[in-house]
Each structure stands twice: as structure tokens, then as C-alpha cells.
């Protein structure tokens, strides 16, 4: 009861209706199956209150140099829970039907990138034998959800025809069908032509971790790792991981950042404390050590909640860029603060030394709802949604959703 009045004491406005958002999507949650069980967590309603707030606008000192400048477009976690699942193979855009909303805010960037949170592995079932495939469907077998996610592989297709370049596959859910479906979903990538980094194949173990995109000459490095296979031995070295491998993340980080046929490098860590707004130092720390190595950005994923940005200043004098969380992108999980997310929007310069700069950041709210995700401001009934995300990435910086994409308006 105290700990009842002590937080009613310290509710804003804004959590009161988080909260009360949040304890009625719960029962939402139940007639969707009871699959989404990560809906049954604790701690969202704390998370709400203690949501951080922006401290003014996100600006950087060469804004407005001279260089070819390119936009890069980033979502967070494509985690796909059963009525996802389902939708995909009922409506006749599949896949795209959950993201049709909003397709045009990553079409419109130079280059697009989404976390893949779980394997496109065909014919491989929940212990990662291999059996006849159902095709596209959602048996709970094959394809299945929470806790071990499998997407039929026409996801990858359906997010490369998006405009997605480049994906994630470490993460937690990477070994969701053991080595075969690690192998399975890169064969799809690369069948597609979907940039994957973070994981590689079970037979060659001298693979690099990172990918390439190249645009306008603009050649960017990107490298990801994860905090966890969730407990599933990575018995083939197939996935970088974020801490255990920190010295190899960091050597790689400087290596490619030396390189002269590499004008940038971004790092996508999968980590963080599930359902918390605010980083912890662990991520914190490594974030800055990653842009110390030579990093341009470091852009996090996992919580299932979005955690602020930062500028960090290196000691070569370089401002580096950091979002800690880009939230879910497209999942199940019903609570306000799981379906509030953005696109963020990093602009980059090439510079004389051949090297990038940020030039800027920006972002669209974005609110999801069963099941397709929104920009904030089209969605219907998204206030609160849109007001979490202001509340932690402030006004200034924040795009609309048909505006002019610009990541540095005061160089006009
Ligand atoms: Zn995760």
C-alpha cells in the first residue's frame, strides 16, 4: 500500500495515462492467445515514471561543413510474435502489411537498417532439427514465436524491397534453431541480397563480422554484437558477443576505422535491461569505449523500450553519437511503452580527411498497434505514445512524418 501512494505521489500526468494504457492492453494481450508472454513482465509502470527527459536539442559543432552527406534510417527490433506472424500470411502484402504505414520513412534514406530478431530458417523445427517445411504459415513448429522465434525466410525479401539495407542477426533470438537456422537465415540473406552482420556461417569461421553499404562513395562499416543467446551454447563461434568478446568488438572497431577503404563505422549492440528507459554504466561504458575505438555511432536494441541519445566527445576530439535503445520496431507486446518507438534519422559527412562526421540526428515517432506500426502523428489515439518519445528525445529534434527529411535544419 506505501509503495502504492509513494508512486501515485510521483506520477506525472503523462504516467498516470501510461499506466492506465498499460494495465488495459494487458487484457488485450490475453485474447491474442497468451503467446506474448513477455507482455507478463514486471516493471512498465515504473519504467513509464522514470522515463528520462531530454535536456534541450542534440547538435553537432560541423553540422554545416562541406562533403557529400548521406541519411542513414534506423528501427529498432523486428520481433515477431504469433498475430504477426499470422497477419503475414493472411494480407496480401505479408510482411510489409506491418510496417505499411510508415514504408516511406525508410525508403526515403540513403540507407535503412532494422534488427533481425530471430531466424528466416526453413524446414527447422524448436530443437533445430531439420523437417519438411510448411511453407508460409504460422504452425508453431516451424514458424514459431515467443520464446523461440522462426519467420518464414519471405521476410527478408519482404524487408529488402522495403528499402532495408542492412540487418542485425546477433541478438538473443540468434540461435532460436541452433547452428542450422543461423545458416539457413544468412543463406536468405544473402540470397536476397540483405547486409547482415553479427553472425556467420557454421562452416567459416574466418568471415568477418561486419558488412559494407556504399553510397554516393560513402562506404560505411557495420559491426553487431549481442550481451546473450539466451542460454543457447553458440557451439560453432557463430555470433559476436557484445562483453564476452568485448576486445575482439573493440580491435574490430579500430581495425576497420583504420581502414581506407572504410569512411565510417556503425555498431549496433544488442543489449540493455528489458523494459527500462534509462541505460545502465555497463552499456554506457562500452558505448563509449566503441566510439573511442573509432566508432561514428553506436545504435542499441533490446530493451523493448526506447532509452535516450547522446553526443560523446573522444579523445582524438570527434563527436560521436549514441542511441542506447531504438525500442521495438514491430512486435506483439501490447504495453505503451513496447509499441512506442521512432525512426531515427543520422546524417552523415564525408569530410577532407575521407572520414564521416554526424551532421545531425533526427526522429519520427512511432506507435504500433495490432498489428502495422504508424508514424505518431497519423496514427489515431497516439498521445501518449508520441508524448513518451518527446519526453526523451525532445521537440527540436523531432521530424514529422511528410516532412522534408533534413538531419541538420539549422544549416539552412
Ligand atoms: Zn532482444
Not at 248 to 255: K, M, S, W
Not at 313 to 321: I, L, Y
Amino acid at each position: 500500500m506505501l509503495a502504492i501512494v509513494r508512486r501515485l505521489l510521483a506520477l506525472s500526468t503523462l504516467a498516470l495515462s501510461v499506466t492506465a494504457l498499460g494495465a488495459t492492453s494487458t487484457g488485450c494481450a490475453a485474447d491474442t492467445g497468451g503467446e506474448e508472454s513477455e507482455d507478463d513482465e514486471p516493471g512498465t509502470t515504473e519504467d513509464a515514471i522514470n522515463a528520462p527527459r531530454a535536456s534541450g536539442p542534440l547538435r553537432f559543432s560541423h553540422a554545416c561543413d562541406a562533403g557529400e552527406k548521406i541519411t542513414i534510417a534506423a528501427v529498432g527490433d523486428v520481433l515477431l510474435h504469433k498475430g504477426l506472424q499470422v497477419q503475414s500470411v493472411d494480407a496480401s502484402d505479408h510482411f510489409k502489411s506491418l510496417w505499411r504505414g510508415m514504408s516511406h520513412l525508410v525508403a526515403q534514406a540513403d540507407v535503412a537498417y532494422a534488427n533481425l530478431e530471430g531466424p528466416t530458417a526453413e524446414g527447422v523445427n524448436k530443437s533445430g532439427s531439420s523437417v519438411r517445411d510448411p511453407g508460409h504459415t504460422f504452425d508453431d513448429n516451424v514458424y514459431s514465436s515467443y520464446p523461440m522465434f522462426n519467420y518464414h525466410p519471405s521476410l527478408v525479401d519482404d524487408l529488402k524491397s522495403t528499402g532495408f539495407d542492412v540487418v542485425s542477426t546477433a541478438n538473443n533470438h540468434s540461435l532460436d534453431r541452433r547452428a542450422v537456422g543461423a545458416d539457413r537465415t544468412i543463406a536468405n540473406l544473402e540470397r536476397a541480397g540483405l547486409a547482415f552482420t553479427g553472425t556467420r556461417p557454421s562452416t567459416d569461421a574466418s568471415r568477418p563480422w561486419h558488412a559494407m553499404t556504399t553510397t554516393r562513395g560513402v562506404r560505411l562499416a557495420w559491426l553487431a554484437c549481442t550481451f546473450s543467446t539466451n542460454g543457447i551454447p553458440d557451439s560453432k563461434k557463430q555470433v559476436l558477443h557484445c562483453y564476452e568478446n568485448r576486445s575482439e568488438v573493440l580491435q574490430t572497431i579500430r581495425d576497420l576505422s583504420a581502414r581506407r577503404d572504410v569512411d565510417g563505422v556503425i555498431v549496433t549492440p544488442h543489449w540493455g535491461e528489458e523494459y527500462m528507459h534509462t541505460p545502465r554504466s555497463q552499456e554506457k561504458q562500452l558505448a563509449h569505449d566503441m566510439l573511442d575505438a573509432g566508432a561514428t555511432a553506436v545504435l542499441g536494441g533490446h530493451p523493448h523500450v526506447v532509452q535516450p541519445w547522446e553526443k560523446h566527445v573522444t579523445p582524438d576530439g570527434r563527436e560521436g553519437f549514441v542511441i542506447y535503445s531504438l525500442g521495438n520496431f514491430v512486435s506483439g507486446q501490447s504495453q505503451l511503452p513496447r509499441r512506442s518507438s521512432l525512426v531515427l534519422y543520422l546524417g552523415l559527412t564525408k569530410g577532407r580527411d575521407g572520414k564521416v562526421f554526424v551532421n545531425g540526428v533526427r526522429h519520427v515517432p512511432l506507435t504500433m498497434r495490432r498489428w502495422t506500426v504508424e508514424p505518431s502523428d497519423k496514427a489515431s489515439d497516439a498521445t501518449e505514445s508520441m508524448a513518451l518519445t518527446t519526453q526523451i528525445f525532445g521537440e527540436w529534434n523531432r521530424m514529422k512524418s511528410d516532412e522534408r527529411l533534413v538531419t541538420n535544419p539549422e544549416c539552412r
